[in-house]
């Protein structure tokens, strides 16, 4: 249940500070959350990117640069499969999607044990685009991450074309723009770095420039950013493509657009669907998707509407202070509600990151 009393945002920040580092692993890995039992074990490249960014932007440089230490070790561990995926491509035999590379490694860098909707491109850009970002901060060293930048800047270029699953671990037929989107900062994270070669560096400009024109073309109906190539429909995590991503400019009129569709479809009193159709736990409001929202209009200059994501974010919050993934005030479809909980039991809580989401937020509307 959400907490009875208001929360300072202060408070909370230094909460969901605190509870990060303490979940931390000795490896480095970021828990997806600690306790829920799909998750449990597992980090997530997309997820723990997106986490040490809001690390990062807090100051929280250890933290940050022992997740990218990890997952530096976690590319290494996988380089022959990588090896063997760009070789089988560019030998116009590609592997099959259950040899490309996971979504999830346990945390000593291991595939694990339990079956996942395991191919996923985006969390392989979104780690490069948080080193970048990362990098760009503080000014850290990037030498010892140059072999896995390498490494997966290869795989994405020989590969980013590739249906896959979604954000959500569905729909594996589709080309995602979320997705594309993500390898598109990614790469053009990874040239900024200067560890690549002159061959590699240019097979990444042009490969994230023929994303991004896919996206502005293909990945756009009537005006506004869509859920995957030839769809119609929206899904609320487009907006990060516009911040923190940058791949559309926030002032672009296709990012206006993609905003107030996602409004219009998507949100409820502050608090965002993924997608309409959603029937994950009856398809519930995510804080972590109206904080995408939030920076977008941050982004855009509109304090106002970014302060009221930030507030609804804050809202959902346990007396414990834990951030859930989702909350069920207002429920796509509670017919299947009980299907999840039965499968997996109640929603995770805490996720880190929710807090991350909330974090990268609250640090922008503190500047």
Same mark, same amino acid.
């Given at each position: 249940?959400?907490?009875?009393?208001?929360?300072?945002?202060?408070?909370?920040?230094?909460?969901?500070?605190?509870?990060?580092?303490?979940?931390?692993?000795?490896?480095?890995?970021?828990?997806?959350?600690?306790?829920?039992?799909?998750?449990?074990?597992?980090?997530?490249?997309?997820?723990?990117?997106?986490?040490?960014?809001?690390?990062?932007?807090?100051?929280?440089?250890?933290?940050?640069?022992?997740?990218?230490?990890?997952?530096?070790?976690?590319?290494?561990?996988?380089?022959?499969?990588?090896?063997?995926?760009?070789?089988?491509?560019?030998?116009?035999?590609?592997?099959?999607?259950?040899?490309?590379?996971?979504?999830?490694?346990?945390?000593?860098?291991?595939?694990?044990?339990?079956?996942?909707?395991?191919?996923?491109?985006?969390?392989?850009?979104?780690?490069?685009?948080?080193?970048?970002?990362?990098?760009?901060?503080?000014?850290?060293?990037?030498?010892?991450?140059?072999?896995?930048?390498?490494?997966?800047?290869?795989?994405?270029?020989?590969?980013?074309?590739?249906?896959?699953?979604?954000?959500?671990?569905?729909?594996?037929?589709?080309?995602?723009?979320?997705? #594309?989107?993500?390898?598109?900062?990614?790469?053009?994270?990874?040239?900024?770095?200067?560890?690549?070669?002159?061959?590699?560096?240019?097979?990444?400009?042009?490969?994230?420039?023929?994303?991004?024109?896919?996206?502005?073309?293909?990945?756009?109906?009537?005006?506004?950013?869509?859920?995957?190539?030839?769809?119609?429909?929206?899904?609320?995590?487009?907006?990060?493509?516009?911040?923190?991503?940058?791949?559309?400019?926030?002032?672009?009129?296709?990012?206006?657009?993609?905003?107030?569709?996602?409004?219009?479809?998507?949100?409820?009193?502050?608090?965002?669907?993924?997608?309409?159709?959603?029937?994950?736990?009856?398809?519930?409001?995510?804080?972590?998707?109206?904080?995408? #929202?939030?920076?977008?209009?941050?982004?855009?200059?509109?304090?106002?509407?970014?302060?009221?994501?930030?507030?609804?974010?804050?809202?959902?919050?346990?007396?414990?202070?834990?951030?859930?993934?989702?909350?069920?005030?207002?429920?796509?479809?509670?017919?299947?509600?009980?299907?999840?909980?039965?499968?997996?039991?109640?929603?995770?809580?805490?996720?880190?990151?929710?807090?991350?989401?909330?974090?990268?937020?609250?640090?922008?509307?503190?500047?």
């Amino acid at each position: 249940m959400p907490s009875a009393a208001p929360v300072t945002l202060d408070h909370l920040v230094n909460h969901s500070r605190a509870l990060i580092t303490s979940l931390q692993t000795a490896e480095g890995a970021y828990p997806a959350s600690p306790e829920f039992s799909a998750y449990r074990g597992y980090c997530w490249f997309r997820d723990g990117s997106f986490i040490a960014d809001a690390m990062s932007s807090w100051n929280d440089v250890a933290s940050a640069e022992q997740f990218f230490d990890w997952c530096a070790a976690a590319i290494i561990t996988v380089e022959d499969d990588v090896n063997r995926v760009v070789a089988a491509q560019a030998a116009g035999r590609p592997v099959p999607d259950e040899e490309m590379l996971p979504t999830r490694f346990t945390f000593d860098h291991q595939r694990g044990s339990h079956d996942w909707w395991d191919f996923q491109l985006d969390g392989y850009g979104t780690w490069l685009w948080a080193l970048g970002a990362h990098v760009a901060r503080h000014g850290s060293a990037v030498a010892p991450y140059s072999q896995a930048i390498k490494l997966t800047v290869a795989y994405l270029v020989s590969s980013w074309h590739r249906p896959c699953y979604d954000w959500w671990e569905e729909h594996v037929e589709q080309r995602h723009v979320s997705t #594309l989107g993500c390898v598109a900062a990614g790469l053009s994270a990874a040239i900024r770095l200067n560890v690549l070669d002159d061959e590699l560096a240019s097979q990444a400009e042009a490969t994230a420039s023929e994303i991004t024109h896919l996206i502005r073309t293909q990945g756009v109906h009537d005006g506004h950013l869509v859920k995957w190539i030839g769809s119609t429909d929206v899904d609320a995590s487009l907006a990060s493509l516009i911040e923190p991503l940058q791949v559309i400019d926030a002032n672009d009129p296709i990012a206006i657009a993609t905003i107030v569709a996602i409004e219009e479809m998507l949100v409820h009193d502050g608090g965002t669907h993924r997608y309409l159709g959603d029937t994950f736990y009856g398809g519930g409001l995510w804080p972590l998707l109206s904080c995408f #929202l939030g920076l977008a209009h941050h982004a855009q200059g509109n304090e106002h509407a970014a302060h009221y994501y930030e507030r609804w974010a804050a809202s959902t919050v346990t007396a414990q202070l834990d951030m859930p993934e989702q909350v069920g005030t207002h429920l796509l479809d509670p017919s299947h509600l009980r299907e999840w909980t039965d499968r997996w039991g109640t929603v995770a809580t805490p996720l880190l990151w929710s807090h991350a989401m909330h974090l990268r937020l609250a640090k922008e509307l503190s500047c």
